[in-house]
């Protein structure tokens, strides 16, 4: 039977941990900071309780760092968030702040408790990274377009029939599944430095969009089994219209990346369903395949960028682990959603929600 540790050897266990933590009352008002949080501050305990401790909060991140805390005190929901703190030498530091609501002894809502880990570091890891990747992105795109124009060249030379014709086909698709990559890295590197992703939104019939790029993998499933379809796409839209305020290349990304991995990780092939409706609040399109699934345990993490699930290995099924990650990025920035289920050895299916465009009506 393990023996809790005694009130006062919890206070020192606090008090001395190597993160900073702090906490707030019902009033939502910080009333205690542990010695780690006073050591990076260089600040007294009675200058730092109350709205105190704002003002070592870099001014850039005060609204957002107050918006997130308060937000999250009304709701009683945990949090976390990056900001930017002064320390003691006046240099601003990036943290990252944990913050869970407690309750009483009798079980009542209390205030919040939170601890802060300084990542200053691993920020300026993560922007080199960033730089990193965008310079690789851009040293590849230049020869991949011009293989892209050479190739175009010789398949007017050639034409589009028998075997030339076919390889030219598959080295086009190859091609495209190369630049597909760099411009996932791109994409990836704008995130890692704290970049917005570039959107040129416009009303867009949702409808058309999921028909191009479902009837686009209709045509290169053909070419890439050399005519035996090993995979049928069923497309079901319910009737209606489907206006959304979207980026159509972001949206096609997101189904493009959708059906490659239904495709991907359906090696026995099988029919891939996709279906397109509108639910209570928003519109609902739906990939579903008959894959290898994914285990359960892997379903909270998977749009997590670089993740690949636990049973698939680079060997069989090779990627980097973006595209899930992109497909949320892409989402969030048209206040969407993406909601995954799955089997393992069953199969998969992806429903991302998009809003509703609402078409200003005037007087």
Request: net charge neutral; proline share 5%.
């Amino acid at each position: 039977m393990e023996t809790p540790l005694p009130a006062d050897q919890y206070r020192l266990l606090v008090e001395h941990a190597p993160t900073m933590v702090w906490r707030s009352g019902l009033d939502a008002q910080c009333d205690y900071f542990n010695a780690t949080w006073l050591r990076f501050t260089g600040r007294t305990l009675e200058q730092e309780v109350g709205p105190g401790w704002v003002s070592g909060v870099h001014p850039d991140d005060v609204r957002r760092c107050l918006d997130t805390y308060l937000s999250s005190f009304e709701r009683r929901q945990p949090f976390e968030m990056e900001y930017r703190l002064r320390r003691h030498d006046g240099v601003y530091r990036y943290i990252f702040d944990w913050g869970v609501p407690f309750t009483d002894d009798q079980g009542r809502f209390a205030g919040f408790i939170g601890s802060c880990v300084d990542v200053h570091e691993r920020r300026e890891m993560d922007q080199a990274k960033a730089t990193f990747l965008a310079l690789a992105a851009h040293e590849l795109r230049t020869p991949l377009t011009s293989m892209g124009m050479y190739l175009e060249a010789v398949r007017r030379e050639v034409g589009t029939r028998g075997v030339a014709g076919g390889a030219l086909t598959r080295l086009g698709a190859q091609l495209e599944r190369v630049s597909s990559l760099v411009r996932e890295l791109e994409d990836t590197g704008r995130l890692d430095a704290h970049m917005p992703l570039v959107m040129r939104k416009e009303v867009l019939e949702l409808a058309e969009v999921v028909q191009a790029v479902v009837a686009n993998h209709r045509d290169m499933d053909k070419h890439r089994t050399r005519g035996r379809q090993r995979h049928s796409f069923e497309l079901a839209i319910a009737p209606g219209a489907y206006p959304v305020l979207g980026d159509r290349q972001r949206l096609e990304q997101v189904l493009n990346n959708l059906l490659a991995n239904a495709l991907k990780f359906s090696p026995q092939g099988g029919t891939l369903h996709v279906s397109l409706s509108r639910g209570a609040k928003e519109f609902e399109l739906s990939v579903a395949d008959p894959g290898i699934g994914i285990p359960a345990a892997d379903l909270p993490t998977l749009t997590r960028r670089y993740f690949r699930a636990s049973n698939v290995s680079a060997e069989n099924f090779p990627g980097l682990g973006l595209g899930l990650s992109l497909v949320k990025d892409i989402l969030d920035a048209h206040g969407g959603q993406v909601r995954i289920q799955s089997e393992q050895g069953k199969g998969t299916t992806v429903t991302v929600l998009l809003p509703e465009h609402q078409r200003e009506v005037r007087p």
